[in-house]
């Protein structure tokens, strides 16, 4: 029995057909874990949404939503054609009135754009490793769109960050030695 499941496998990466090949373990790993960042990333968002001010900021955080949404649905659809159980989905937050949360107990519209700039930093190395990891094409095509839209996507975070004056560069060095 054990043998006719290898040599299936065998022949699945030979068919030259992706998706008749199994995934190794760290496809899955790599797909699972950015599944359920996704879906914690996601109910922070929207966690965020009702914390900010800014109508940009809300506007972005909603794209950051759909985007999250339509990778968590490619993400399910090919772990679940694998047989790999889905990792746990937090509850969807409620819509709150900016006005009924305290003041002290709010998230400033920078912090939440901060937070929104490490994730999609975090977001373009996951990417990455499991574009790196993955044998299958299919898998490492789509972590490439999810990598493409997530660098276009943190275009705008940085230009928002620049045009609000949110962005706080690291110290400039300007002053550097003669080098004669």
Aim: glycine share 8%; hydrophobic share 40%; with cysteine.
């Amino acid at each position: 029995m054990k043998i006719n499941k290898i040599r299936s496998a065998i022949m699945g990466i030979l068919s030259g057909n992706p998706q008749d090949e199994p995934m190794h373990y760290g496809e899955v790993f790599g797909t699972w874990t950015y599944l359920a960042v996704n879906k914690g990333c996601l109910v922070t968002y929207q966690t965020f949404v009702n914390h900010a001010g800014d109508n940009d900021l809300k506007n972005l955080l909603e794209e950051a939503i759909q985007g999250i949404k339509t990778e968590n649905q490619q993400i399910e659809e090919l772990l679940k054609a694998n047989g790999i159980a889905l990792p746990p989905t937090p509850p969807e937050r409620p819509v709150a009135n900016l006005e009924d949360i305290p003041t002290g107990a709010r998230f400033g519209d920078p912090e939440i754009s901060a937070a929104l700039s490490m994730d999609v930093a975090k977001s373009l190395i996951a990417c990455s490793t499991i574009m790196g990891q993955s044998i299958r094409e299919d898998i490492g095509a789509m972590f490439g769109q999810f990598h493409l839209s997530k660098a276009q996507f943190g275009v705008k975070v940085l230009r928002l960050n620049k045009e609000k004056g949110w962005l706080v560069p690291p110290p400039l060095h300007l002053d550097t030695p003669n080098k004669e």
